[in-house]
C-alpha cells in the first residue's frame, strides 16, 4: 500500500483460514517522508537521524543553541568529535533509495549550510559519495565563533559530470587532527547553482 503523505497510521491485519476462523492483530506505523534537499530538519515526519557515524563521531538533532540572527530554527544538527575520536571520524546520511531522493548535480554544484561553530577555523569537510570510489569534497573554515554563519561548499572546479547523482553525503571536522571534543552544529543545507 502506498500513503498519499507521511504521517503516523493504524495498520490491521487479518488472517483468514479456510473456515470460519479468523486473527487479526493491530499495529501503529509511521511513514516518513524523503529526505531531500533542501534539508532544515524542521519537517515532520523525516528520518534525519539516517546514516550514522564511523572513527568515534556523535550526531544528533537537538535543539539550537542560539536561535538568534541568521538562524532563529528550532531544531539542527549536532555533530560532535569526542576525545580521541579518530582523525578521518565523521557522519554519513544517504539520500538515495529507499528513504531519501539523490543529489541531482544539475541543480547546482554549491552547497550551502548555516553552520554554528565555538571556534574560528574549525575545519568543516563536506563530501559527496555515489556508492563508489568517486568522492569529490570541499572543505571549509568557520570565520566566526559562537554565532551561525553561513557556509559555501563550491564543487563547480570539480568536474562532476551533467546529470551526475550522488546518494549520500558526508561530514568530517578537523579531519587532520584527532578528536578533542570539538562540537557544531549545522543547519538549513540547500543546493544553488
Known amino acids: 500500500y502506498t500513503y498519499a503523505k507521511a504521517g503516523e497510521y493504524t495498520v490491521t491485519v487479518t488472517a483468514l483460514s479456510g473456515g470460519a476462523a479468523t486473527t487479526s492483530t493491530t499495529l501503529d506505523v509511521t511513514i516518513n ?36 540572527g541568521l538562524n532563529t530554527s528550532s531544531k539542527v544538527f549536532k555533530i560532535t568529535k569526542p576525545v580521541g575520536a579518530e582523525t578521518w571520524a ?10 531519501g531522493i539523490p543529489i541531482n548535480m544539475d541543480n547546482g554544484k554549491i552547497i550551502k549550510m548555516m553552520v554554528y561553530s565555538p571556534n574560528v577555523g574549525t575545519s568543516v569537510h563536506f563530501q559527496l559519495e555515489d556508492g563508489s570510489d568517486y568522492k569529490p569534497f570541499v572543505e571549509v573554515l568557520t570565520t566566526k565563533a559562537n554565532q551561525w554563519e553561513e557556509l559555501t561548499f563550491d564543487f563547480t572546479s570539480q568536474n562532476i559530470a551533467p546529470g551526475y547523482r550522488f546518494s549520500q553525503f558526508v561530514f568530517l571536522m578537523n579531519s587532520t587532527q584527532v578528536g578533542n571534543g570539538e562540537v557544531i552544529y549545522v543547519d538549513n543545507i540547500t543546493q544553488l547553482n
Open 33 to 68: 517522508n524523503p529526505l531531500a534537499f533542501p534539508i532544515n530538519f524542521e519537517t515532520p515526519y523525516t528520518n534525519y537521524g539516517v546514516g550514522g557515524v564511523f572513527g568515534g563521531m556523535g550526531m544528533e538533532l537537538v535543539d539550537n543553541p542560539s536561535a538568534a
Open 90 to 99: 565523521g557522519t554519513w546520511t544517504p539520500l538515495g533509495e529507499p528513504g
